[in-house]
């Protein structure tokens, strides 16, 4: 303790000495000290500190002070005093407290500035240098990654032609990559990966484009190529092309190739080739082969498809019994779907219930639906298939597939196979046949879904027959056991349509409609119906919305034109139409129309094309006949109307007018010696004609036959033979006129009205009628006097009977014959 210095033992001023200057705390001559240069040098000066050698201290090693001059000295494990000891009465330098920033400066003025902030900021990084070779080939690969990613995006909007480019552009890009690095001398670097990208996308892009001989050009380089590994797959691509383009003998090799070269760890991608395969040798009619496929399928890892594909080649070569086990095999097929009892929500767990709404129709299960969808339809397209195969019969057949189904996990299949049944005989036009009936009949006590469906078909039948009182019955059975069913509520509405209780039809119509939005048999039926209600514009309505619905339907658009035809806008209907010849460009009646539109409008040149190209595809259509013989009259060109005539008078033989209009054309063009020979025939077949007789006076008395004596006696005794009838025809009707006034004094007025009347009041009776039956929808009118339904009336097959049924044109010709004859009537009584 002799060198402990104790305050307040020989000092007064506890302070002092603060302020003078100590040259311990010079670090510039830390360089002329030896022991701690020598600390510097060695690992003495990195050892860890020394533990306290003083017991009961917090600092052991360094006694308590005050002082500079009053420490104790310790040596360090060299031997040196510690640094700031004082040795030999002169201070060393401190070497710890320039780390700190306490320089010897600090006592002169400087700042305190351990960060060296003052220095400002740090100066720039260096720039990158973009021209040498490799930071080139880094960009150049960048931007050709970048076009490949380009094409594909460009392929999934559906530019092809553009992704195609793009492919194109990264492969000139990647060989021009390739000779930089060859020339630059880093060949060893080439990105292998980046060269099997751009091929292959080039290679598929052209494949998506149909150029296919490129694609195989490219695919063969990448396969050819040993340094890519598992190129030989791309065969499979190949093979795909080789399909698409029907060389199925070489598509098959390609896939057995490519089937060598996938190992069994692959399983999947094993089984989808040989079904390639197995329909490969079916488009090429060798149907052993496939089936051989088709059985290690089914017996590996069996679907739906592959099943369904086995039944068609036992079809195909008819074994009887292989179809029965490969149906069994198909029904049986796991389709690895959940429970639809799995998506009904449970009363208890609100929880429960939330996640089931949620799952109810997500993407999961829409795939399950359409999974499970497609499975019934291969079921019951087999069915009906080997029906007539398996068994000497087609009833018993389909028996026979109907009890397999009930065994299986189809079983709600069944019933709508026993549906199916029934229709296949309605499809046959096996109409009699009780069965089908029967069978229809037998699902009225099972449950309401099925009650529905067959309750539906019979009222379809029935309604076919034109029984309309049982085909109401049933429609009124269906719609009890299922409300909500559009087609009973289709077919209850026609036959209230056929009562002609159009306003209760659309009412049926609409509530199908609200059941099932897309129901476009009953958005059809609604239009026709307002169209017979005579409200054009909500009838022009419907049949705009069915035409968004089904774009190329024809009988949609004819119902649009007719009804812009009704609306007095022909341009309109003039449109509709062209759309409509667009659809249905060999149609006659289509193009008649449109003649005839032009024809009301003026334009007859345009009316003339389409008439013609009406003539051209139907030639026997009596006006269109007409119109362009008279066409080639008006425009001077009468030998051009002789030959329309003439087929005219081989439609209608026993119309003489046409023969007239032959022999006049003859006449008009100057060719008088043919006129007078047809005035002649005409004479043989139609002696008591007055205008043939006229034109024969005339020809023969301009060329100055002997003959003109004959005819000119015979026209006196026909029109004496015509005065003496037209005279019994008035005797005739005054006497009748006179009969009435005495049997009914009461109708005295409507008596003289009638007896005033002449012959062209009878005539004017003709042309009103006449011009009533041509307002009517004539045979010229498409598709609702040729189309085989304008109501749908159908459940499983939409092919409901015809409502609107407008007149024939041969029932029109019997109608104008019958007012004729009412208007002939009272003058041929008297005789």
Known sequence: MEHVHLAGEEEDDLYSGYNDYNPTFDSEELDNDAGFQQAVRTSHGRRPPMTAKFPGTAIGGRPLGTAFGSRIPLASSMGRPMTGAVQDGAARPMTAVRAAGYTSTMSRGSTFDPLGQSKGPAPPLEAKNEDTPEEKNKLLEKNVNDLIEESCLAHGRGDLQLSLEKAKEAGRKERALARQREQSGNADHINLDLTYSVLFNLATQYGNNEMYPEALNTYQVIVKN???????????????????????????????????????????????????????????????????????????????????????????????????????????????????DKYIPTNDDTKANLVIEAIKNDKLHQMERERKALAEKFIMTSAKLIAPAIETSFAAGFDWCVEMVKSSQYVELANDLEINKAITYLRQRDFNQVSAVETLRTFEKKDSRVKSAAATNLSFLFFLEKDYDQADRYADLAMTADRYNPAALINKGNTVFVRHDYAKAAEFYKEALRNDSSCTEALYNLGLTYKRLVRLEESLDCFLKLHAILRNSAQVMHQLASLYEM????????????????????????????????????????????????????????????????YYIDTQFCEKAIQYFERATLIQPTQVKWQLMVASCYRRSGNYQRALETYKDIHRKFPDNVECLRFLVRLCTDMGLKEVQDYATKLKKVEKMKEIREQRVKSAREGSARGRRENSASSDVD???????????????GERLSARLRALPGANEPYEASSQRDIDASYVDPLGPQIERPKTAAKKRMEDDEFADEELGEDLLPE
Not at 251 to 259: D, G, H, V
Not at 576 to 594: N, R
Not at 609 to 614: I, V
Not at 752 to 762: I, L, M, Y
């Open 226 to 340: 040993k340094m890519f590994s598992n190129a030989g797959r791309l065969k499979v691509n190949m093979a795909n092309i080789y399909f698409k383009q029907k060389n199925y003998p070489k598509a098959i090799k390609f896939y057995r190739m490519a089937l060598d070269q996938i190992s069994n760890a692959h399983k999947e991608m094993r089984i989808k080739i040989m079904q390639n395969i197995g329909i490969g040798f079916i488009r090429m009619g060798q149907y052993t082969d496939a089936i051989t496929s088709f059985e290690h399928i089914m017996s590996e890892s069996p679907n739906i498809k592959t099943g369904f594909n086995l039944i068609l080649c036992y079809y195909a070569i008819g074994d009887r019994e292989r179809m029965k086990k490969s149906f069994q095999k198909l029904i049986c097929v796991p389709l690895g779907i959940d429970e639809e």
């Open 567 to 630: 609306l007095e806008d022909p341009h309109q209907a003039i449109e509709w139409l062209m759309q409509l010849i667009s659809v249905t460009p060999t149609d006659p009646h289509v193009l008649a129309k449109l003649g005839e539109l032009y024809d009301s409008e003026g334009d007859k040149s345009q009316a003339f094309q389409y008439y013609y190209e009406s003539f051209r595809y139907f030639p026997s259509n009596i006006e269109v006949i007409e119109w362009l013989g008279a």
């Open 751 to 765: 008596i003289k009205a009638d007896s005033g009347q002449s012959s062209h009041g009878a005539s004017a009776k």
